[in-house]
């Protein structure tokens, strides 16, 4: 059993920037932040493979996002910058403890969750 526990959202005007948190109970294979706006199906944002590092961003952060880990501390961050209306969402944190040669990019992949930060971007 992995519990996951985000921090960081909030709100932020358009075109800045924000770093989530996820601190992990135990060590994973890999770490990944999904993402949920309302009425919208959970989309993968970042995914990081904790062992080797290999990193996975969606199309629609690719070049504004970074996912990052501390690993000793178990931490895992998102680093997002030019953030538009777009990127509002309830932001989730999610572990795969299976040892996996590459990260899921679906939730499917993913047995532990965190309870979710709200990002709001206003304009």
């Known amino acids: 059993q992995v519990q996951l526990v985000e921090s960081g959202g909030g709100s932020v005007q358009a075109g800045g920037s924000l770093r989530l948190s996820c601190e992990a109970s135990?060590?994973?294979?890999?770490m990944a932040w999904f993402r949920q706006a309302p009425g919208k199906e959970r989309e993968g944002v970042a995914s990081i493979h904790t062992a080797s590092g290999s990193t996975f961003y969606a199309d629609s952060v690719k070049g504004r996002a970074t996912i990052s880990q501390d690993y000793a501390k178990k931490m895992t961050f998102l680093q997002m910058s030019s953030l538009t209306s777009e990127d509002s969402a309830m932001y989730y944190c999610?572990?795969?403890?299976?040892?996996?040669?590459?990260?899921?990019?679906?939730?499917?992949?993913?047995?532990?969750w965190g309870q979710g930060t709200q990002v709001t971007v206003s304009s």
């Open positions: 135990g060590y994973t294979y890999c």
């Open positions: 999610a572990a795969d403890v299976l040892m996996r040669g590459s990260c899921s990019r679906g939730p499917g992949g993913y047995k532990y």
